[in-house]
């Protein structure tokens, strides 16, 4: 409950607007209205740039009241609600500034007690601190020891001190500290890093639990930031900072918390945080070093009943993991990490716990899919074909059989002292001991073609394995289970990547987007018994292979390579028909995706962030600010309408199966390209929409739907205006993408896999039954039209951008084809979306591409990481 009633009133001895504050009776009852009155004068005094000052108070009719500046702008509360994820830059600022007005109160005896979003309002987006007033006449009147005498307490559940909860009666400005890193938790992540049901849930969580990670949450805060405001939510004072500036100094310098090196074996040390960086010193724990790069423990933290502890782990350039399937594993204790090092000759390198460097494995040049026996003694993995083993402690390797595939492929092993590997054809699981011998088939489905079966994953006691299944060129992705008793399979979770057992008595499944998920499943019945929680972000799939980059232990030991490289920071670039590139504007870069070309190449519309905190925005080509158009927090794919005035976008929303946490959106949505208007939902399908288009003509909205592991989907056409049933465009048992109308509207051109290779085709649009022409050869996706239907722009294999000149009179034909350019590796191409435009002249090309790659693969290692899914899952 606020602590007083704000009105707007207008002072009209000055003839200005200003906001009357009337303090709640029961609270001015306690501390005493004449006594309040007389202290909070003293907050006239308080003159600071960041302090919202006092104009005058008094008492009308047993009424106290006090009257401060009214302010043209919003409350911190207001935008956060509106933005759910500030940008970095605006949410240290702002914080930066709210501690310099905490800092000049301090220093002149004032404490606010009550720092929360409410309390800070944004002028001209600069912050100033309300409600000093109240601070200092509860202390100074001695309302801090009446207050808890009467069961009140000035301050806020989610933002409360463990000490201002408790009661304390001596209360410092290390309490503001915390609140104040309370806030910038929440502008950074979207929540307050303690929530529940009520308040006394928040209060027992904020004295018993550790705040979740940051950088886990959203992978673009710096790691001096993230260690700053972890700090300052230590909960003993004495282990936060003393002052407010030091916490602002902090969140400015990152060397101040985080001191990095690169030299071989160098341990990188936690941020000096008190009791904490102690003990985990003292258990030796920090001195995980790896190759060339250390490993850089960026938090260290204890507590009762060991809860989940999150680091990264820094790797340099000569010996570092590579990024492909299953490049490493976690040994069942979590003491050792074994992974296929990037650099010639490929083999295996060994890294245990408390040895600064890593070793490698004598034998195994040109290893994949490193996995460990149950009892940790040795490690399988596949190489030139082969399923092989060795011991930690050295040895020979021994081959125990051939024809088994590598990469996408793998191999698990069982309880029973068995492995079971994915054959050469990846249509089947081949099953041999682990003392050699011949092998025998423990499963068999020729109806999994295309990408085939990988990554497998044996169940506890030899119940069952788990696999994934990949698609066609793995544009679709879904995880199945296999009765290792009666062979038969089971599709268990469509449009996943990857699935892990968990002796919870889970599974973790991570989806196409980079989201972990976790979901109570049966051992018995091979069924999953409930609905997923989310755990995880941004897990980076293996390129092509669409493979997650994790393994797990039975201890509950996690690591994961946490965002792909560059994934967080890309720009829009430009290409001409010669290849020459340049950037659209060198200024905007950052979590850009999808995007489009206005009709008149003037403007882009684009979908920035990730997951929950992805909007379209448009901006014009060239510099210029851009301009957030839609505020769903889970909109993608934009497409323009043919005169420019519309943007359509699909809408994300929460799934209703058990398996999805948020599923792709059914539902498309317009909104005015100028942000005025509301949205407009313009079709809803039963099946998830993929890809977005319109006919020139206004009446036709094409899509692309996803069919899950039944195919990428089909193209589906909905009438705007009358008749809204969706009609089927191409539908076939092949996948068929990337559906965009001719310019003209008589024609319809897409991908579609039905040769065995997506190639690009064209058909009569809306009557697409009339014909149909091929018009790449050799392969070919994403087809876009010129401005004058003279040309289909496409992407071949190579990657390169081909253009077929085409005429469309008397009827269709292609009179030639040529390549454009190739595309720089840099680029950005996702072949499951239309991943590029072309200007209306025809002359100008737009990608996203990687601002530059990163130095160093980015690793999450998470310690008794069971904790978190247990606390998430039975709340």
């Not at 790659?853 to 899952?873: G, K, M, N």
Request: glycine fraction near 12%.
């Amino acid at each position: 409950m606020p602590d007083s009633r704000e009105h707007l009133a207008h002072d009209l001895k000055h003839d200005r607007p200003v906001a009357l504050k009337v303090l709640r009776p029961e609270l001015a009852a306690i501390l005493g209205g004449e006594r309040f009155l007389k202290e909070i004068r003293l907050t006239a005094n308080l003159q600071h740039p960041h302090i919202l000052g006092l104009h005058d108070s008094g008492e009308a009719d047993g009424v106290v009241y006090y009257v401060m500046p009214y302010v043209e702008g919003e409350s911190l509360r207001e935008r956060i609600n509106r933005e759910r994820q500030l940008p970095v830059e605006d949410a240290v600022r702002i914080a930066s500034e709210v501690a310099g007005a905490l800092d000049y109160a301090h220093r002149h005896g004032v404490v606010h007690r009550d720092i929360k979003p409410e309390n800070i309002l944004l002028h001209d987006g600069s912050a100033l601190v309300a409600d000093f007033g109240i601070a200092l006449a509860a202390s100074s009147a001695g309302g801090g020891t009446r207050l808890t005498e009467t069961g009140m307490s000035l301050g806020t559940p989610h933002y409360m001190a463990p000490e201002q909860a408790m009661g304390e009666r001596e209360i410092t400005g290390r309490a503001d500290v915390y609140a104040l890193g309370c806030v910038l938790y929440e502008m950074l992540t979207g929540e307050p890093p303690f929530t529940g049901a009520t308040a006394q849930a928040i209060v027992a969580r904020v004295l018993t639990e550790e705040p979740r990670s940051i950088a886990v949450q959203r992978r673009t805060v710096p790691p001096h930031v993230e260690s700053a405001v972890l700090t300052a939510l230590e909960k003993l004072p004495a282990d936060r900072y003393a002052t407010a500036a030091q916490f602002a100094e902090a969140l400015h310098t990152p060397g101040a918390t985080l001191r990095v090196t690169r030299a071989p074996g160098t341990l990188l040390p936690p941020p000096a945080r008190g009791p904490s960086r102690a003990t985990w010193i003292a258990a030796g724990l920090a001195v995980l070093g790896l190759g060339a790069g250390a490993w850089g423990w960026l938090t260290a933290r204890t507590a009762a009943r060991q809860p989940a502890s999150w680091h990264y782990i820094l790797f340099g350039d000569s010996v570092a993991p590579a990024l492909g399937s299953q490049s490493f594993g976690v040994s069942p204790d979590g003491s050792m990490i074994a992974f296929r090092q990037t650099n010639p000759p490929y083999d295996l390198w060994l890294k245990r716990q408390g040895d600064l460097n890593p070793a490698r494995v004598p034998g195994t040049d040109r290893a994949q899919n490193p996995v460990f026996s149950p009892d940790g003694r040795s490690i399988a993995f596949v190489a030139d074909g082969h399923v092989k083993t060795v011991s930690i402690t050295g040895g020979a390797p021994l081959t125990l059989a051939d024809s088994a595939a590598g990469g996408y492929g793998g191999v698990t092993w069982i309880d029973d002292k068995t492995l079971l590997y994915v054959s050469s054809g990846l249509t089947e699981l081949r099953r041999i001991s682990a003392g050699g011998g011949p092998s025998t088939v423990a499963f068999h489905d020729s109806t999994l073609v295309g990408g085939g079966i990988g990554q497998p994953v044996a169940l506890p006691g030899g119940r069952g394995v788990l696999f994934e299944y990949c698609g066609s060129q793995c544009v679709t992705m879904s995880v199945h289970v296999v009765d290792l008793h009666t062979g038969k399979r089971r599709l268990l979770l469509d449009g996943m990547a990857g699935a892990w057992y968990l002796p919870t008595g889970h599974l973790l499944f991570v989806q196409r987007d980079g989201t972990g998920l976790v979901a109570p499943f049966d051992l018995g019945t091979l069924e999953i018994t409930g609905p997923a929680v989310p755990m995880l972000t941004d897990v980076t799939l293996s390129q092509g292979a669409a493979a997650p980059l994790l393994s797990v232990s039975g201890n509950g030991t996690l690591v994961y390579v946490g965002g792909a490289p560059g994934a967080d920071d890309v720009q829009m670039v430009q290409v001409t028909r010669t290849g020459i590139v340049s950037p659209v504007d060198t200024g905007w870069h950052g979590a850009l995706n999808s995007f489009a070309l206005s009709p008149d190449g003037r403007q882009l519309a684009v979908g920035v962030g990730v997951n929950g905190g992805l909007n379209i925005w448009v901006k014009p080509v060239g510099r210029g600010p851009a301009s957030r158009l839609s505020f769903g927090n889970s909109d993608r794919r934009p497409e323009w309408s043919s005169d420019g005035r519309e943007v359509a976008f699909i809408r994300d929303s929460l799934g209703s199966s058990a398996f999805a946490s948020s599923g792709p959106g059914n539902t498309v949505y317009a909104r005015p390209a100028d942000g005025s208007g509301t949205d407009r939902r313009l079709a809803k399908l039963t099946r998830p929409v993929q890809e977005v288009g319109w006919s020139h003509d206004g009446k036709w909205l094409v899509l692309r739907t996803d069919n899950g592991s039944r195919g990428a989907g089909d193209v589906v056409g909905v009438r705007l205006g009358g008749d809204s049933t969706p009609v089927d465009l191409v539908a076939s048992p092949f996948s068929e993408m990337h559906p965009v109308v001719s310019p003209d509207g008589r024609w319809i051109a897409y991908a579609s896999d039905e040769s065995g290779a997506f190639e690009v085709y064209v058909r009569p649009f809306p009557n697409t039954q009339g014909g149909r022409w091929q018009v790449s050869s050799g392969g070919g996706i994403e087809p876009r039209w010129s401005a004058d239907g003279r040309e289909v722009f496409y992407l071949d294999p190579g990657p390169r951008l081909m253009s077929a000149h085409v005429s469309v009179r008397p009827t269709f034909s292609v009179s030639s084809v040529q390549p454009l350019f190739t595309l720089p590796p840099q680029f950005i191409l996702d072949t499951f979306h239309q991943t590029y435009d072309v200007s209306p002249d025809g002359r100008t090309f737009y990608f996203i591409s990687s601002r530059a790659p990163r130095q160093e693969i980015r690793i999450v290692w998470v310690e008794h990481w069971f904790s978190d899914v247990r606390a998430r899952t039975t709340r």
